[in-house]
């Protein structure tokens, strides 16, 4: 891992491969890990920067509240850091939500951008309620307590029991959540607002991925735009972590967009 200083802070990420960059954001209670069936099969071809997200990993989990704005500047400063114009910015789930911010505020550093799992609309009510019920389990029981309720429901119901060495992983990854990142960026997530704008706005080349099997975000409230523009893939099969699920599948889709970007 590589760590750069920002703000009193450590950000800790990974940078491998030649070529185009392409910056990938893990979601909740991620690390770079959550990346690690995807990039060596990109870093043939491209430049992967791969952060530990504020409050997860490796990278420090300062006190007090974050903001999905705040976490967006995080990768701001880390590209400013390396010394890097433009770059491709593909964010899994919370990483999406980080993604839509920077878009919104700076696209000039962006020569497109991806949701993978993740979507433009706020959260709902109903959800704001359950991240209240997040914070209250981790302050209450902690962060496994949290992680072993959580995990299982990220994967599509059959691969629960017939890849368990995966769900045991992302549980290992996620364990090292500090409580204090668990609980900012829970608190990022639920104040977020409706970000539909940004792209039905944007002329950028997105990406848009969603899950057949996804049982935290569905496919209709990721493919909230249909545009030239836009490339939409549904992977069959997957829950919410296709980069662990079915990460050939989605690196292809990944190059294809590339590709076409081009």
């Known amino acids: ?7 009193g802070n450590t950000f800790c990420y990974k940078d491998q491969g030649q070529g185009d960059p392409l910056v990938l954001l893990h979601g909740f209670c991620g690390s770079t890990r959550y990346w ?6 990109l870093s043939d071809h491209y430049r992967c920067i791969v952060p530990d997200l504020r409050g ?38 919370l990483g999406g939500y980080i993604t839509l911010s920077f878009a919104e505020r700076y696209a000039s550093r962006l020569n497109g951008f991806g949701l993978i799992h993740s979507t433009a609309y706020p959260d709902s009510e ?19 307590a949290l992680i072993d309720n959580l995990v299982p429901t990220l994967f599509a119901p059959e691969h629960v029991q017939s890849i368990p060495e995966w769900i045991n992983s992302a549980k290992e990854i996620g364990y090292r959540t ?30 848009l991925v969603a899950g057949e099997k996804d049982g935290i975000i569905s496919p209709d409230r990721i493919f909230t735009v249909d545009k030239p523009n836009v490339t ?31």
């Open 1 to 7: 891992m590589e760590k750069i200083i920002y703000d």
């Open 36 to 41: 690690d069936r995807v990039v060596p099969l």
């Open 56 to 93: 997860h990993g490796y990278t420090d989990a300062p006190m007090g509240a974050y903001t999905i704005e705040q976490m967006a500047d995080d990768v701001v400063h880390l590209i400013d850091e390396l010394k890097i114009s433009k770059v491709t910015l593909l964010g899994h789930s």
């Open 126 to 144: 109903e959800v704001k309620e359950k991240r209240l019920l997040t914070v209250s389990t981790v302050q209450t029981q902690g962060v496994s």
């Open 178 to 207: 500090p409580p204090q990142g668990a609980i900012g960026a829970t608190g990022a997530m639920r104040e977020r607002p409706d970000r539909r704008k940004v792209l039905s706005e944007t002329e950028l080349p997105v990406l």
């Open 232 to 262: 939409q893939v549904t992977i069959a099969g997957v829950g919410h972590m296709s980069m662990m699920e079915a990460p050939e599948q989605l690196v292809g889709h990944i190059i294809s967009y590339l590709e076409k970007s081009k």
